[in-house]
C-alpha cells in the first residue's frame, strides 16, 4: 500500500472519529500519530509528539485569537448588541419586513465586533427574537434572519475563522481581514433582498402593521446614536490594521481595550461578568489551541503520506481546466458542512487543499475568503448547522421545522454570493492590493 492511500485513509479515519462524536483535536492528533507511525515507526511518532505541541502553538501570530475573543466577551457583556438592534430598528424598522432587516444589520455589527457566529446569534437571539414575536413575525422568518445572520460574525473582520485559515496557510491576517469586508458587506445585502423577497412572495409572514411605527425625533435620534461605541471600536481595528497603523495583534489588544472601556462606563463589567467572561475567553481560546495541536500532528502526517503532491499530480494529469477545480472544492466543502463543524473542516483538509489551490494558480489570499464563506454556510446547513442548534438553546420552544424551512432563502442567497466571488475575485483582492500597487 502507498504512502499517500494510507494518508488518504487517515483522512477518512478522521473524518469517521469526528462524524462519531470524537472531540476535533483528539481525532486528528490520533490520527496524526498513528498514521506518523505507521510511516515512519515507533520513534518518529515519538519524536512527533514530543516537538509537534509545541511547534503548533508557539507562534506570537496565536496571540490575536484570545485578544479577539476577549473583545467579544467585552461587548457582548456592555449591551452593545441591544445598541445595534435599535439602531438597525431606526432606520429599517418602519418598512415591512424591517425587523428581520434590522436583525441581519444588528448581527452584521456585533459580528464584526465580536467574531464569533455563535456567539452572535446567542446575544442577538435574546434580544430579536421576542422582539418580532410580540410584532407578530412569523417564526421562519424570525429564526431564520437570526441564524443566518450570525453567520456574518464568521465573515465579517475580525473573523476567528478567517485568523485560523491565515496561520495555517501563513497568508497575511490584515490582507485576510481586507479581502473579507467587501464579501461581508454583500452577503448582508444579499440577505437583506433575502427578507424583502419572502415578504412580498408570503405576505404572512409578517402581518400588515407589524412594522414598527416612527417614534419621537429626539427618541429616534437616541436610538441611532446608541451604535457609536461600536462602530467606532470596528473602524479603529479595521481601519488601523487597513492604513497599517496596528499589527492584527496590537488591533485586537485596542479592540479589548475599547470595549473594556465601553463596559466599564456603563458599569457592566462586574467582578462576577469580568470572572465568566475571562473563564470563556480561556475556556475558548484552550479550545481553539487544543484543535491546533491535534491539526499540527494531523498535518504532519499527511505531509510525510505525500498525499498532498499525490493530489497535485493526478490533478494535473487528469486534465481538469482551474475553474473545474474550484468548483468540484467548493461542492466538497458544501456537501462536508451538512456533517461538520466549519473550524473542523478548515483544520481538516486545509493541509491537503491549500496545495492543489497553490499549484492551479488561484490567489491564496482569495481562496482564504472563499472558503470562510463556504465554511459559514455549513453553519446554517441541516443537519448539523450549528447556528440552528445554539438559537433553539436560546428559544426554546421554537421548533426545528421553523428554523430549517425558513433558512432556505438565505442558503440561495449564500449560493448566489459564491458564485459571484468566484466569478469575480476583485471583490475579495481590491481592497488588499489597495496596499501592494
Known sequence: MSDAIIGLLGFGAALMLIALGVPVAVSLGLIGVFGFWLLNGAMGAVFILASGPFESIFSYTLSVIPLFLMMGVFAANCGLSSDLYRSANVLVGRFRGGLAIATILACAG?????????????????????????????????????????????????????????????????????????????????????????????????????????????????????????????????????????????????????????????????????????????????????????????????????????????????????????????????????FMDSMAMIFLTIPFVFPVIQTQGFDPIWFGVLVVSVAEIGLITPPIGMNLFVLQGVVKDLSARSVIVGIVPFLISDIARIVLLVVFPALALWLPGLGNP
Not at 116 to 139: H, W
Not at 288 to 309: K, M, R, V
Request: some cysteine; hydrophobic content about 55%.
Open 110 to 338: 456585533f459580528g464584526a465586533i465580536c467574531g464569533s457566529s455563535l456567539a452572535t446569534v446567542a446575544t442577538i437571539g435574546r434580544v430579536a427574537m421576542p422582539e418580532m414575536r410580540k410584532a407578530g413575525y412569523d417564526d421562519r422568518l424570525s429564526a431564520a434572519s437570526i441564524a443566518a445572520g450570525g453567520t456574518l460574525g464568521v465573515l465579517i473582520p475580525p473573523s476567528i475563522l478567517l485568523i485560523v485559515y491565515g496561520i495555517l496557510t501563513e497568508q497575511s491576517i490584515g490582507a485576510l481581514f481586507g479581502a473579507a469586508l467587501i464579501p461581508g458587506l454583500l452577503a448582508v445585502l444579499l440577505y437583506v433582498i433575502a427578507v424583502l423577497v419572502q415578504v412580498r412572495l408570503i405576505p404572512d409572514l409578517v402581518p400588515q402593521g407589524a412594522q414598527i411605527l416612527p417614534q419621537s425625533r429626539q427618541q429616534n435620534m437616541r436610538d441611532l446614536l446608541a451604535a457609536w461605541p461600536a462602530v467606532m471600536i470596528f473602524g479603529v481595528v479595521i481601519g488601523g490594521i487597513q492604513f497599517g497603523i496596528f499589527s492584527p495583534t496590537e488591533a485586537a489588544s485596542v479592540g479589548a481595550f475599547g470595549t473594556a472601556l465601553v463596559a466599564l462606563g456603563r458599569k457592566t463589567l462586574t467582578k462576577t461578568a469580568l470572572w465568566s467572561g475571562m473563564q470563556e475567553v480561556v475556556s475558548l481560546t484552550g479550545m481553539i489551541f487544543f484543535i491546533t495541536i491535534g491539526a499540527g500532528l494531523f498535518n504532519y502526517f499527511i505531509e510525510t503520506s505525500g498525499l498532498p503532491q499525490g493530489l497535485v499530480t493526478w490533478i494535473t494529469n487528469s486534465g481538469l481546466t482551474p475553474g473545474k477545480v474550484i468548483v468540484g472544492i467548493i461542492v466538497f466543502y458544501l456537501i462536508l458542512g451538512c
